[in-house]
């Protein structure tokens, strides 16, 4: 019978000092008259005892709790960006324009950002074992349709199942962490979880390239289907179960509490043209700007998007621990993220006048940004207490994903009013595209850096 290690109460392990104790009583053990040597107190094997066994239960929490939410999102990750590995394919079978794929793409955030606030009840109310185990059921059935698709409309279908099948990927492993982890460990396993399931990223690249030459688009779809039904399978059989968690109470009055506070909709505009703008390109114009405009043959591009894929990876851990330091320094989240986003411009800029730079270069920035929600999430913890923490996250998710499908649609429809030479889009397509944009998040900077005119109303709903 399997153990209920979500059970096991957190008391905290044996002081380092007691343990010492411990084994120097145990090493110096007397040896009495008749040559025997006395056991140490029955309270030192006790001390040693309750080590022993707890470092072995947070090894089955990693095993049991950790490592499969992190698979979750994992496929999460690999999902969002794939389209720009299979994009060729899809255009030579299905004869997509620019639009199509912007569409295709793109309506993958769509019912992702539909679905966040209703899992988030749902979380709430259910835990994360039952709700992520059925969510990701629909990715399984939107890969597998994906991979029998004979039209543009089924492949849209099966897209949008794609996107709602990992809504709550990331939504709920942090609520898993919460549940089963000490709470001085949360921030650490939250950086590791969202390094690692950035290797997802990484996977759509190279790996899947391999994939797709050896059994094509569909062949891999059918993999990520598998995949995904064995992933839901595994997290509702290997995750333990825990009592029943406490509903949410005010919910709804505390997204009201979020969107009602004008410091929120200072961030939320720069957070999300951003933060969306990075998801948008590295999950499908990053690619199409290095095969129509730079004229990349196949491995450069897959070079140049594993690149981008590796710094979205490791930029999390990165940015947390920026955060940590500059707070000792008295420099606010708020200003790094000003400052992120002034260089997250430049690398923009960089890129639409092409600057004689490597291309990874700049788009190693683009990708890099994709992961400023670090940022954003420590600005929002600074205006809201802890018990709205997580709907005030919520809420600005709902931007970041709703940005992310704007950008990536509407970049397509603009790219589309060109004519294309020879199967590729002429580079003043992308450079229009991409300026708008740029605009649209300069515009949302200077609201973000104009002084915040407080009112008293404000202040209250900040502390409420």
């Known amino acids: 019978m399997a153990i209920d290690v979500g059970e096991v109460p957190r008391r905290p392990a044996a002081p380092e000092k007691e343990r010492r104790k411990c084994r120097t009583k145990s090493d110096t053990d007397a040896t009495n008259v008749a040559g025997e040597t006395e056991r140490p107190p029955s309270s030192c094997d006790a001390v040693l005892r309750r080590g022993a066994v707890r470092a072995t239960l947070q090894w089955l929490l990693i095993l049991r709790v950790f490592l499969p939410f992190v698979a979750a999102y994992f496929l999460s990750f690999l999902f969002r960006t794939i389209n720009a590995t299979i994009a060729e394919p899809l255009i030579s079978e299905f004869g997509l324009g620019a639009d199509d794929l ?40 939107g890969a597998a349709l994906f991979a029998a698709s004979d039209s543009f409309w089924f492949l849209l279908v099966g897209r949008a199942l794609i996107g709602l099948g990992v809504a709550a990927a990331l939504t709920a492993g942090l609520k898993a962490i919460i549940l089963w982890f000490p709470s001085e460990r949360i921030p650490l396993l939250n950086g590791v979880m969202i390094m690692l399931a950035g290797l997802g990223a990484v996977t759509a690249t190279m790996p899947a390239e391999y994939l797709l030459v050896s059994i094509g688009w569909r062949g891999l779809f059918e993999i990520l289907a598998i995949a995904s039904a064995g992933c839901a399978l595994a997290i509702f059989l290997v995750v333990p179960k825990v009592s029943s968690p406490p509903a949410s109470v005010g919910r709804t ?8 506070d004008p410091r929120f909709w200072r961030l939320a505009p720069l957070s999300a043209s951003c933060v969306g703008t990075a998801w948008a390109l590295q999950g499908l114009w990053a690619a199409r700007w290095f095969s129509d405009v730079e004229s990349l043959d ?12 590796l710094a979205s990876s490791v930029s999390a851990l990165i940015l947390g621990v920026i955060v940590q330091k500059v707070r000792k320094l008295d420099i606010s989240p708020r200003a790094l993220l000003g400052f992120v986003a002034m260089v997250f411009f430049l690398a923009q800029l960089a890129v639409i006048l092409r600057v004689p730079l490597p291309s990874c270069l700049p788009w190693g920035v683009v990708a890099a940004v994709s992961t400023a929600t670090v940022l954003s999430y ?6 809201f207490p802890k018990e709205l923490a997580g709907r005030a996250n919520a809420a600005l998710n709902v931007f970041h994903i709703g940005c992310a499908f704007l950008t990536q649609y509407v970049t ?17 397509a992308y450079q229009t595209a991409f300026a708008i944009n740029l605009a649209v998040q300069v515009l949302a900077w200077f609201w973000f850096v104009v ?14």
Not at 299 to 307: A, D, T, Y
Request: glycine residues 8%.
């Open 298 to 309: 196949r491995p450069e591009l897959l070079w140049n998007l594993f690149v981008m894929a």
């Open 102 to 141: 912007g569409l295709l793409t793109s309506v993958y955030f769509l019912t992702f950002a539909a679905a966040q606030i209703p899992i988030g009840v749902l979380l709430d109310r259910y835990g994360p074992r039952h709700i992520q185990s059925v969510v990701l059921l629909a990715a399984a059935v």
């Open 451 to 464: 002084p915040i005119p407080l009112t008293r109303k404000g202040a209250t709903c900040a502390t409420s």
């Open 378 to 383: 420590a600005v929002l913890a600074d205006f």
């Open 253 to 260: 009055t505390g997204l009201k509490t979020v969107y009602m």
């Open 412 to 428: 397509g429809l603009v790219i589309q009013h060109w004519i294309p030479q020879q199967g590729h889009y002429p580079e003043v």
